[in-house]
């Protein structure tokens, strides 16, 4: 399962199948991270410096994190595509086929004035988390988003 928490300053990617349940994010950010809470993560409950300290401790590598660089990032199931911009201007997006089992994410890219900001895998995570809200499969034929998942 992948899910993506955004604040208005810091987005956490959370992975399912690499958590071992450590619990290094707990101890380190109880406000934020509890397990009994759905969803379990609550990315407002603590100061950005403390939640960023509690993440970097995950040993799996599970739970990550990156600044937003003011980039919003938004899911258009209308459209197919996550959507990234810097104000109104639309700098990148991740597109998936739709089929009745699986949506089939082909591509994946961000305006290269922007790299460096991992908007990539903000898209990527977007497409998927709504598929697999979905009970949808994803198929990553784009390559960037292969690597996202693996
Ligand atoms: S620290 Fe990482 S591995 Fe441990 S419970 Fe939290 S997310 Fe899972």
Known sequence: MH???ENNDITVFWDSEKCHHA???VHGAPQAFDRNKRP???VNAT???RLWRAISKCPSGALTC???HDIRVVFSEDENRSIAYDGDREIGECCYDVSAEAWTIIH???NPDYRGKDIARRLVYKVVEAAE?????VIPVCSYAARVLT
């Not at 809200?133 to 499969?137: C, I, T, V």
Request: glycine share 4%; charged share 35%; net charge positive.
């Open 23 to 25: 619990k290094e994010c």
């Open 40 to 42: 379990w993560i609550d």
């Open 108 to 110: 994946t890219g961000v």
């Open 66 to 68: 990156v600044y937003n």
């Open 47 to 49: 100061s950005n410096p």
């Open 133 to 137: 809200k979905r009970k949808l499969k």
């Open 3 to 5: 899910r993506i928490y």
